[in-house]
């Protein structure tokens, strides 16, 4: 999945494709590097940002989306917690909602995804941006994501989402301290996230978890960081890799792919 962030502030890329026409080629030169899914998000959810008003996030996002549905050969997902947000893109061609709020951010959103039969990415979250490190508390952090996240799956069917339609997300980086986020990483294939029994979807690509081996670099800087990151998501068992650095993280993710076929060759 292809990071296409159409925003000033988001923490890796923030104003580099506000622009809806370059916003486009970039997205296009993603699919042509490798990107199976393109992800298109109008708002910052890096810790700390100022939340935008829905019609500001429309207007950033929708000559987007409409102009992908009809060129990307690949299905485009709107990263949003907003419902009318959410209904505007599907209108105009997206079939993925990925919502960084967990059901969290809008009462809405699950009526939304499920009236138009979209797939749905329910993400791992604790309070909104500017208050989430406050809640980044955990006894067992693998055991309470994964509780959590049956709840949000729960809630979601309650509204009449199909369970087969929902991809879950662990949330790394967000109401997460650098040790949880590596911490779920590390056990991705514990019995906790296999009972959920839900494709998972990870997104480490230039956080700053990665700092605990690095150390302090620029998020631009931590494209090797992500690699590992990437390749050990992948053979954890993870799904969906969400990257910004299309064309070398495709190659991570073949080759962590070619050795998870090894393992039953």
Same mark, same amino acid.
């Given at each position: 999945?292809?990071?296409?962030?159409?925003?000033?502030?988001? *923490?890796?890329?923030?104003?580099?494709?506000? =622009?809806?026409?370059?916003?486009? =080629?970039?997205?296009?030169?993603?699919?042509?590097?490798?990107?199976?899914?393109? =992800?298109?998000?109008?708002?910052?959810?890096?810790?700390?940002?100022? /939340?935008?008003? +829905?019609?500001?996030?429309?207007?950033?996002?929708?000559?987007?989306?409409?102009?992908?549905?009809?060129?990307? &050969?690949?299905?485009?997902?709107? @990263? $949003?917690?907003?419902?009318?947000?959410? +209904?505007?893109?599907?209108?105009?061609?997206? $079939?993925?909602?990925? @919502?960084?709020?967990?059901?969290?951010? @809008?009462?809405?959103?699950?009526?939304?995804?499920?009236?138009?039969?979209?797939? *749905?990415?329910?993400?791992?979250?604790?309070?909104? &941006?500017?208050?989430?490190?406050?809640?980044?508390?955990?006894?067992?952090?693998?055991?309470?994501?994964?509780?959590?996240?049956?709840?949000?799956?729960?809630?979601?069917?309650? +509204?009449?989402?199909?369970?087969?339609?929902?991809?879950?997300?662990?949330?790394? %980086? *967000?109401?997460?301290?650098?040790?949880?986020?590596? !911490?779920?990483?590390?056990?991705?294939?514990?019995?906790?996230? +296999?009972?959920?029994?839900?494709? #998972?979807? #990870?997104?480490? &690509?230039?956080? &700053? *978890?990665? !700092?605990?081996?690095?150390?302090e670099r620029d /998020?631009?800087?931590?494209?090797? %960081?992500?690699?590992?990151?990437?390749?050990?998501?992948?053979?954890g068992g993870a799904?969906?890799?969400?990257?910004?650095?299309?064309?070398?993280?495709?190659?991570?993710?073949?080759?962590?792919?070619?050795?998870?076929?090894?393992? $039953?060759?």
């Open positions: 999945m292809a990071i296409l962030n159409v925003t000033p502030d988001s *923490f890796a890329d923030g104003g580099r494709y506000r =622009d809806a026409a370059h916003a486009v =080629d970039v997205a296009l030169a993603q699919v042509a590097a490798g990107a199976d899914l393109i =992800d298109v998000g109008g708002e910052s959810t890096r810790p700390g940002a100022t /939340p935008v008003p +829905a019609e500001d996030e429309r207007a950033r996002v929708l000559p987007v989306v409409t102009a992908l549905a009809r060129q990307a &050969s690949v299905p485009i997902s709107i @990263d $949003t917690y907003k419902a009318d947000v959410a +209904a505007a893109a599907l209108d105009a061609g997206a $079939t993925i909602v990925n @919502d960084v709020s967990g059901l969290a951010g @809008d009462p809405g959103m699950a009526a939304v995804v499920a009236a138009r039969r979209a797939a *749905f990415v329910l993400m791992h979250n604790r309070g909104r &941006s500017d208050a989430m490190y406050a809640r980044a508390q955990y006894g067992e952090v693998v055991r309470e994501v994964g509780a959590e996240l049956e709840a949000g799956v729960a809630l979601a069917e309650a +509204a009449g989402v199909a369970r087969e339609r929902i991809v879950l997300d662990p949330g790394i %980086g *967000f109401a997460k301290r650098a040790e949880d986020s590596l !911490r779920l990483v590390a056990r991705l294939d514990d019995a906790v996230f +296999a009972a959920l029994d839900r494709p #998972l979807l #990870l997104g480490p &690509s230039r956080k &700053s *978890f990665l !700092r605990v081996g690095l150390g /998020p631009d800087d931590r494209e090797w %960081g992500t690699a590992a990151a990437v390749a050990a998501c992948i053979l799904h969906i890799v969400r990257v910004h650095g299309v064309e070398a993280m495709t190659q991570v993710a073949r080759v962590a792919d070619a050795i998870l076929a090894a393992r $039953t060759a």
